[in-house]
């Protein structure tokens, strides 16, 4: 299995909705990712999980919760998101040098 | 901070044109990655470079690495439709600094 699954693809959500996204990659990959990406613009990294630690947080608002559940599993929560959070949320695994991306959650904020 | 510069921003092309793309780093990167963003699509990695002018070639698309590590560039030549889509550098500095992505269009 050489690929990194997201789901949902799609999500539109109130602004005082809870949700969760969910990533998931069986290749045995130590290092996650969490991206946002905008339209017309590159990914913007958000966090970064190592060994099921969280090592990186790029200053990302509290109403983005990550968790490392096991080696496989990365999940977002997300809570009281804003119209400006729509995005292409893209989740991505690393072991050597090539980051395999996941197909994305394409996510609107209503 | 660190910046990773690419041109142009859009390339439009007529099938079986060739195709360039620029990066250019404020500081010296110890590698460089490139990826490929189909239209509503994720990235895809493409190669890593990582010595001081690596030229390599995939198929029709050549990567090169500059000597001074600084920059790089993406050469594709004779398009075709398959590659539309947005090409990415991202240097390397413990994580992924991204250019701004090229927009490969080709016209009708």
């Known amino acids: 299995d050489t690929e990194v699954t997201q789901t949902p693809k799609h999500l539109v959500m109130g602004m005082t909705n809870k949700k969760s996204l969910k990533c998931e990659q069986h290749?045995?990959?130590?290092?996650m990712y969490w991206y946002k990406q905008k339209a017309k613009k590159p990914p913007e990294l958000m966090f970064v999980?190592?060994?099921?630690?969280?090592?990186i947080n790029e200053s990302v608002p509290s109403r983005f919760s990550p968790e490392c559940p096991n080696s496989s599993l990365l999940n977002l929560h997300l809570h009281a998101l804003q119209p400006e959070d729509s995005a292409l949320y893209l989740c991505?695994?690393?072991?050597?040098?090539?980051?395999?991306f996941g197909s994305g959650t394409r996510l609107t904020v209503v | 901070g660190q910046q990773v510069m690419q041109i142009p921003q859009y390339q439009h092309v007529q099938e079986g044109e060739d195709f360039t793309t620029y990066c250019n780093s404020s500081?010296?990167?110890?590698?460089i990655q490139w990826y490929k963003q189909r239209p509503g699509g994720h990235p895809v990695f493409l190669i890593q470079?990582?010595?001081s002018g690596e030229v390599k070639k995939q198929k029709r698309l050549t990567f090169q690495f500059g000597e001074a590590k600084k920059n790089s560039s993406l050469h594709i030549t004779a398009t075709q439709t398959t590659d539309v889509g947005t090409y990415f550098c991202?240097?390397?500095?413990?994580?992924?600094?991204w250019g701004a992505g090229t927009k490969l269009i080709i016209k009708p």
């Open positions: 991202a240097g390397i500095n413990y994580q992924l600094i």
């Open positions: 470079l990582v010595k």
């Open positions: 500081t010296t990167l110890s590698n």
């Open positions: 991505a695994s690393r072991q050597g040098f090539g980051y395999t």
């Open positions: 290749m045995g990959h130590r290092a």
């Open positions: 999980y190592s060994y099921e630690k969280l090592s």
